[in-house]
Protein backbone atom coordinates (compact mmCIF):
# COMPACT_ATOMS: atom_id res chain seq x y z
CA UNK A 1 0.00 0.00 0.00
CA UNK A 2 1.36 3.15 -0.93
CA UNK A 3 2.53 5.37 2.17
CA UNK A 4 0.12 8.27 0.83
CA UNK A 5 -3.01 5.97 1.19
CA UNK A 6 -4.46 6.17 4.28
CA UNK A 7 -5.30 2.45 5.52
CA UNK A 8 -8.12 0.32 7.33
CA UNK A 9 -7.16 0.56 11.40
CA UNK A 10 -6.47 -3.28 12.47
CA UNK A 11 -6.29 -5.14 15.41
CA UNK A 12 -2.16 -5.61 16.14
CA UNK A 13 -0.57 -8.46 18.31
CA UNK A 14 2.93 -6.67 19.68
CA UNK A 15 5.38 -8.02 21.25
CA UNK A 16 8.37 -7.44 23.53
CA UNK A 17 10.94 -9.60 25.49
CA UNK A 18 13.65 -6.79 26.76
CA UNK A 19 16.59 -6.12 28.44
CA UNK A 20 15.33 -7.02 31.79
CA UNK A 21 14.72 -10.59 30.52
CA UNK A 22 11.86 -10.61 33.36
CA UNK A 23 9.32 -11.61 30.40
CA UNK A 24 7.28 -11.43 27.37
CA UNK A 25 4.63 -8.66 26.98
CA UNK A 26 1.90 -9.07 24.19
CA UNK A 27 -0.52 -5.96 23.63
CA UNK A 28 -3.27 -5.35 21.30
CA UNK A 29 -3.40 -1.88 19.86
CA UNK A 30 -5.66 -0.58 17.40
CA UNK A 31 -4.10 1.48 14.73
CA UNK A 32 -3.63 2.47 10.80
CA UNK A 33 0.40 3.07 11.87
CA UNK A 34 -0.35 6.76 11.90
CA UNK A 35 -2.91 7.16 14.38
CA UNK A 36 -3.64 5.36 17.69
CA UNK A 37 -7.33 4.51 17.59
CA UNK A 38 -7.84 2.18 20.43
CA UNK A 39 -6.06 -0.15 23.04
CA UNK A 40 -7.22 -3.22 23.76
CA UNK A 41 -6.47 -6.72 25.44
CA UNK A 42 -2.79 -7.36 27.54
CA UNK A 43 -0.78 -10.39 28.92
CA UNK A 44 2.46 -10.70 30.66
CA UNK A 45 3.97 -14.15 30.55
CA UNK A 46 6.70 -14.27 32.99
CA UNK A 47 10.05 -16.00 32.83
CA UNK A 48 11.07 -18.57 35.63
CA UNK A 49 14.37 -18.21 37.10
CA UNK A 50 16.03 -21.10 35.08
CA UNK A 51 14.50 -20.07 31.97
CA UNK A 52 16.02 -15.76 32.87
CA UNK A 53 19.37 -17.70 33.59
CA UNK A 54 19.74 -19.42 30.05
CA UNK A 55 18.36 -16.18 28.56
CA UNK A 56 21.44 -14.26 30.79
CA UNK A 57 23.60 -16.81 29.50
CA UNK A 58 23.32 -15.92 25.98
CA UNK A 59 24.21 -12.09 26.55
CA UNK A 60 26.64 -10.97 24.33
CA UNK A 61 26.39 -13.53 21.60
CA UNK A 62 25.98 -13.48 18.39
CA UNK A 63 24.49 -16.61 17.52
CA UNK A 64 21.85 -17.69 20.60
CA UNK A 65 21.54 -21.27 21.56
CA UNK A 66 19.16 -23.44 20.05
CA UNK A 67 17.42 -23.89 23.24
CA UNK A 68 17.42 -20.45 23.67
CA UNK A 69 15.47 -19.40 20.45
CA UNK A 70 13.08 -22.68 20.89
CA UNK A 71 12.45 -20.67 24.43
CA UNK A 72 12.00 -17.37 22.88
CA UNK A 73 9.55 -18.81 19.72
CA UNK A 74 7.77 -20.75 22.71
CA UNK A 75 7.29 -17.98 25.67
CA UNK A 76 6.10 -15.79 22.66
CA UNK A 77 3.38 -18.12 21.20
CA UNK A 78 2.33 -19.15 24.82
CA UNK A 79 1.67 -15.11 24.97
CA UNK A 80 -0.13 -15.15 21.92
CA UNK A 81 -2.14 -17.38 22.43
CA UNK A 82 -3.36 -15.42 25.57
CA UNK A 83 -4.65 -12.73 23.53
CA UNK A 84 -7.93 -12.64 20.40
CA UNK A 85 -8.65 -10.43 18.41
CA UNK A 86 -5.61 -9.90 16.19
CA UNK A 87 -5.30 -9.89 12.62
CA UNK A 88 -1.24 -9.43 12.28
CA UNK A 89 1.68 -9.20 14.87
CA UNK A 90 4.83 -7.46 14.97
CA UNK A 91 7.71 -9.01 17.42
CA UNK A 92 10.78 -7.58 18.31
CA UNK A 93 12.49 -10.77 19.72
CA UNK A 94 15.52 -10.98 22.12
CA UNK A 95 18.12 -8.88 21.95
CA UNK A 96 21.25 -10.28 22.63
CA UNK A 97 24.10 -8.33 21.63
CA UNK A 98 24.25 -4.71 19.95
CA UNK A 99 27.19 -3.08 18.25
CA UNK A 100 25.67 -0.35 15.46
CA UNK A 101 28.94 0.60 14.54
CA UNK A 102 30.65 -2.82 14.34
CA UNK A 103 29.14 -6.43 14.02
CA UNK A 104 25.25 -4.76 13.84
CA UNK A 105 22.60 -5.56 15.93
CA UNK A 106 21.12 -9.10 17.07
CA UNK A 107 17.61 -9.71 17.89
CA UNK A 108 16.89 -13.76 18.48
CA UNK A 109 13.60 -15.66 17.18
CA UNK A 110 12.57 -16.19 14.11
CA UNK A 111 8.90 -14.31 12.85
CA UNK A 112 8.25 -17.31 10.13
CA UNK A 113 7.83 -19.75 13.40
CA UNK A 114 5.32 -17.46 14.69
CA UNK A 115 3.89 -16.97 11.47
CA UNK A 116 3.54 -21.26 11.12
CA UNK A 117 2.23 -21.14 14.75
CA UNK A 118 -0.32 -18.46 14.86
CA UNK A 119 -1.75 -18.24 11.21
CA UNK A 120 -1.27 -14.25 11.00
CA UNK A 121 1.52 -12.35 9.03
CA UNK A 122 4.18 -11.31 11.70
CA UNK A 123 6.61 -8.53 10.98
CA UNK A 124 9.96 -8.85 12.75
CA UNK A 125 13.11 -8.01 12.46
CA UNK A 126 12.69 -3.98 12.81
CA UNK A 127 16.61 -3.11 13.66
CA UNK A 128 18.54 -4.61 10.73
CA UNK A 129 17.77 -2.20 8.20
CA UNK A 130 18.29 1.18 10.36
CA UNK A 131 22.24 -0.39 11.06
CA UNK A 132 22.60 -1.20 7.45
CA UNK A 133 21.52 2.21 6.63
CA UNK A 134 24.09 3.49 9.09
CA UNK A 135 21.66 4.10 12.01
CA UNK A 136 21.75 3.30 15.58
CA UNK A 137 18.84 0.63 15.18
CA UNK A 138 17.70 2.15 18.32
CA UNK A 139 15.50 3.50 20.27
CA UNK A 140 12.59 2.54 18.03
CA UNK A 141 9.56 3.13 19.77
CA UNK A 142 10.08 7.15 18.91
CA UNK A 143 7.99 7.31 16.67
CA UNK A 144 5.05 4.99 18.32
CA UNK A 145 5.66 8.08 21.64
CA UNK A 146 4.92 10.65 18.74
CA UNK A 147 1.55 9.04 18.57
CA UNK A 148 1.00 8.48 21.87
CA UNK A 149 2.01 11.85 22.83
CA UNK A 150 -0.95 12.86 20.10
CA UNK A 151 -3.23 10.60 21.80
CA UNK A 152 -3.35 12.15 25.02
CA UNK A 153 -3.63 15.79 23.37
CA UNK A 154 -0.39 16.98 24.59
CA UNK A 155 0.03 20.50 23.30
CA UNK A 156 3.53 21.23 24.64
CA UNK A 157 6.65 19.03 24.06
CA UNK A 158 6.78 15.95 26.58
CA UNK A 159 9.55 13.61 27.54
CA UNK A 160 9.04 9.57 27.47
CA UNK A 161 11.47 8.00 29.75
CA UNK A 162 11.47 4.43 29.53
CA UNK A 163 13.50 2.76 32.05
CA UNK A 164 14.51 -1.01 31.32
CA UNK A 165 17.44 -2.44 30.92
CA UNK A 166 18.55 0.40 29.39
CA UNK A 167 17.01 3.92 29.59
CA UNK A 168 16.32 5.48 26.90
CA UNK A 169 14.78 9.12 26.44
CA UNK A 170 11.97 10.18 23.72
CA UNK A 171 11.36 14.34 23.62
CA UNK A 172 8.31 14.66 21.35
CA UNK A 173 6.88 17.90 19.95
CA UNK A 174 3.26 16.85 19.68
CA UNK A 175 2.51 19.71 17.36
CA UNK A 176 4.50 18.61 14.46
CA UNK A 177 2.08 15.99 12.39
CA UNK A 178 4.47 13.91 10.94
CA UNK A 179 7.00 12.44 13.66
CA UNK A 180 9.82 11.75 10.20
CA UNK A 181 9.59 15.75 10.07
CA UNK A 182 12.47 18.18 11.56
CA UNK A 183 12.03 18.69 15.03
CA UNK A 184 9.03 16.55 15.80
CA UNK A 185 11.61 14.16 17.86
CA UNK A 186 14.98 13.75 19.31
CA UNK A 187 15.47 9.85 21.20
CA UNK A 188 18.54 8.18 22.40
CA UNK A 189 20.11 5.87 25.24
CA UNK A 190 20.51 8.01 28.42
CA UNK A 191 22.30 4.92 30.20
CA UNK A 192 22.26 1.94 32.05
CA UNK A 193 18.99 1.74 34.07
CA UNK A 194 17.66 -1.21 35.66
CA UNK A 195 20.33 -3.93 34.32
CA UNK A 196 23.53 -3.00 36.81
CA UNK A 197 20.57 -2.84 39.69
CA UNK A 198 18.78 -6.18 38.52
CA UNK A 199 22.49 -7.87 38.19
CA UNK A 200 23.87 -6.62 41.86
CA UNK A 201 20.23 -8.47 43.04
CA UNK A 202 20.73 -11.41 41.04
CA UNK A 203 24.21 -11.95 42.15
CA UNK A 204 24.33 -10.73 45.71
CA UNK A 205 20.43 -11.68 47.02
CA UNK A 206 19.49 -13.84 44.46
CA UNK A 207 16.21 -11.56 43.82
CA UNK A 208 15.47 -10.57 40.20
CA UNK A 209 15.39 -6.46 41.19
CA UNK A 210 15.15 -4.31 43.99
CA UNK A 211 11.70 -3.85 44.68
CA UNK A 212 10.70 -0.22 45.22
CA UNK A 213 13.94 0.69 45.72
CA UNK A 214 13.67 -0.22 49.17
CA UNK A 215 17.12 -1.90 49.45
CA UNK A 216 18.74 1.47 47.73
CA UNK A 217 16.49 3.78 50.06
CA UNK A 218 18.65 2.33 52.59
CA UNK A 219 21.80 2.97 51.60
CA UNK A 220 24.77 5.63 50.87
CA UNK A 221 25.71 6.86 47.23
CA UNK A 222 29.43 6.88 46.53
CA UNK A 223 30.12 9.96 45.23
CA UNK A 224 33.35 9.51 43.85
CA UNK A 225 32.31 6.20 41.94
CA UNK A 226 29.23 8.55 40.72
CA UNK A 227 31.36 11.01 39.21
CA UNK A 228 33.73 8.76 37.90
CA UNK A 229 30.90 7.34 36.14
CA UNK A 230 29.44 10.72 35.00
CA UNK A 231 32.76 10.93 33.31
CA UNK A 232 32.15 8.16 30.80
CA UNK A 233 33.18 8.47 27.58
CA UNK A 234 29.24 7.95 26.72
CA UNK A 235 27.94 10.97 28.09
CA UNK A 236 29.97 12.82 25.56
CA UNK A 237 28.67 12.22 22.37
CA UNK A 238 25.92 13.89 20.89
CA UNK A 239 22.54 11.99 20.86
CA UNK A 240 21.14 9.81 18.36
CA UNK A 241 23.55 7.28 20.41
CA UNK A 242 22.31 4.15 21.65
CA UNK A 243 23.72 0.98 23.94
CA UNK A 244 23.82 -2.47 25.08
CA UNK A 245 22.60 -3.82 28.02
CA UNK A 246 26.18 -4.76 28.83
CA UNK A 247 28.19 -1.35 27.93
CA UNK A 248 28.38 -0.46 31.52
CA UNK A 249 28.45 -3.71 32.50
CA UNK A 250 31.90 -2.73 34.88
CA UNK A 251 29.97 -0.84 37.01
CA UNK A 252 28.98 -3.86 39.46
CA UNK A 253 33.23 -4.27 39.83
CA UNK A 254 33.52 -0.67 40.96
CA UNK A 255 30.58 -1.16 43.44
CA UNK A 256 32.31 -4.56 44.56
CA UNK A 257 33.25 -3.27 47.23
CA UNK A 258 30.14 -1.35 49.22
CA UNK A 259 27.78 -3.34 51.09
CA UNK A 260 24.63 -3.99 49.25
CA UNK A 261 22.70 -1.16 50.39
CA UNK A 262 25.42 0.92 49.43
CA UNK A 263 26.36 -0.78 46.28
CA UNK A 264 22.20 -0.54 45.24
CA UNK A 265 21.96 2.89 46.25
CA UNK A 266 25.27 4.22 43.89
CA UNK A 267 23.76 2.31 41.00
CA UNK A 268 20.51 3.46 41.24
CA UNK A 269 22.12 7.12 41.43
CA UNK A 270 23.71 6.03 38.46
CA UNK A 271 21.06 5.61 36.38
CA UNK A 272 19.59 9.13 37.59
CA UNK A 273 22.43 10.86 37.07
CA UNK A 274 22.38 9.53 32.94
CA UNK A 275 18.74 11.06 33.00
CA UNK A 276 19.82 14.01 34.44
CA UNK A 277 22.38 15.05 32.09
CA UNK A 278 20.55 13.25 29.03
CA UNK A 279 17.95 15.56 29.70
CA UNK A 280 20.47 18.60 28.63
CA UNK A 281 19.86 18.00 25.45
CA UNK A 282 16.27 18.42 24.62
CA UNK A 283 15.40 21.25 22.10
CA UNK A 284 13.49 22.73 24.82
CA UNK A 285 12.64 22.24 27.90
CA UNK A 286 9.25 19.58 28.11
CA UNK A 287 6.64 20.26 30.53
CA UNK A 288 6.95 16.39 31.91
CA UNK A 289 8.70 13.81 32.13
CA UNK A 290 6.59 10.37 31.79
CA UNK A 291 8.05 7.41 32.88
CA UNK A 292 7.09 3.86 31.80
CA UNK A 293 9.16 0.57 32.19
CA UNK A 294 10.09 -1.40 35.36
CA UNK A 295 12.18 1.46 36.97
CA UNK A 296 8.95 3.03 37.08
CA UNK A 297 7.98 1.62 40.33
CA UNK A 298 11.36 1.95 42.03
CA UNK A 299 10.59 4.91 44.33
CA UNK A 300 14.37 5.76 44.81
CA UNK A 301 14.77 6.02 41.39
CA UNK A 302 11.90 8.16 40.75
CA UNK A 303 13.02 10.62 43.31
CA UNK A 304 16.61 10.70 42.23
CA UNK A 305 15.50 11.49 38.79
CA UNK A 306 12.85 14.41 39.71
CA UNK A 307 15.48 15.49 42.20
CA UNK A 308 17.44 16.50 39.12
CA UNK A 309 15.41 17.45 36.37
CA UNK A 310 13.42 20.77 36.32
CA UNK A 311 10.13 19.42 35.65
CA UNK A 312 7.19 17.32 36.75
CA UNK A 313 8.52 13.51 36.82
CA UNK A 314 5.34 10.84 36.81
CA UNK A 315 4.68 7.66 35.48
CA UNK A 316 2.82 7.43 32.24
CA UNK A 317 -0.05 5.93 33.99
CA UNK A 318 -1.39 9.10 35.17
CA UNK A 319 -1.85 10.19 31.17
CA UNK A 320 -4.04 7.25 31.31
CA UNK A 321 -1.67 4.88 29.44
CA UNK A 322 0.03 1.43 30.29
CA UNK A 323 4.00 1.32 31.15
CA UNK A 324 4.11 -2.26 31.16
CA UNK A 325 3.08 -2.57 27.73
CA UNK A 326 4.27 0.57 26.42
CA UNK A 327 6.71 -1.39 24.44
CA UNK A 328 5.17 -4.08 23.24
CA UNK A 329 2.34 -1.90 22.10
CA UNK A 330 5.14 0.31 20.72
CA UNK A 331 5.60 -2.77 18.01
CA UNK A 332 2.22 -3.30 17.23
CA UNK A 333 2.41 0.03 15.85
CA UNK A 334 5.67 -0.52 13.64
CA UNK A 335 4.39 -3.45 12.42
CA UNK A 336 2.07 -1.38 10.91
CA UNK A 337 4.31 1.03 9.58
CA UNK A 338 6.18 -1.69 7.72
CA UNK A 339 3.25 -3.47 6.38
CA UNK A 340 2.09 0.53 4.97
CA UNK A 341 6.11 1.38 3.75
CA UNK A 342 5.76 4.13 6.25
CA UNK A 343 9.49 4.99 8.07
CA UNK A 344 10.02 3.82 11.04
CA UNK A 345 13.11 5.56 12.34
CA UNK A 346 14.98 9.01 11.19
CA UNK A 347 17.90 10.95 11.81
CA UNK A 348 17.08 12.39 15.21
CA UNK A 349 15.89 8.89 16.60
CA UNK A 350 18.98 6.54 15.50
CA UNK A 351 20.91 8.78 13.66
CA UNK A 352 20.36 7.12 10.43
CA UNK A 353 20.89 9.60 7.50
CA UNK A 354 17.29 9.72 6.11
CA UNK A 355 13.37 8.63 7.22
CA UNK A 356 13.33 5.00 6.44
CA UNK A 357 11.46 1.77 7.28
CA UNK A 358 12.38 -1.95 7.72
CA UNK A 359 11.56 -5.19 8.99
CA UNK A 360 10.56 -8.31 7.51
CA UNK A 361 7.37 -9.74 6.49
CA UNK A 362 6.26 -13.18 7.64
CA UNK A 363 2.80 -14.81 6.37
CA UNK A 364 0.32 -16.93 8.33
Same mark, same amino acid.
Given at each position: ??????????????????????????????????????????????????????????????????????????????????????????????????????????????????????????????????????????????????????????????????????????????????????????????????????????????????????????????????????????????????????????? #? =????????????? !?? +??? @? *? &????????????????????????????????????????????????????????????? #? =????????????? !?? +??? @? *? &??????????
Amino acid at each position: MSAKNKATPIWVAGCMSGTSLDGVDVALLHTDGETIFDFGDSYFRAYSKSEQALLRSQLGLWAASEAAVELIETAHSEALSQVQGFEMVGFHGQTFAHDPQGLGTYQAGDGGVLAQITGKPVVWDFRSNDVKMGGQGAPLAPFFHHACARYIKATEPVVFLNLGGVGNLTWVDPLIENPADTGALLAFDTGPANAPINDLMQTRLGKSYDENGDLAATGQVDAALLGQFMRHSYFLKMPPKSLDRNDFHDV #L =AQVAHLNDADAAA !TL +TAM @A *A &ASVAQGMEHCPRPPARVLVCGGGSKNATLMAMIAAGVDCPVVPIETVGLDGDMLEAQAFAY #L =AMRVTRGLPTSCP !TT +TGV @A *A &AIGGGRVSRG
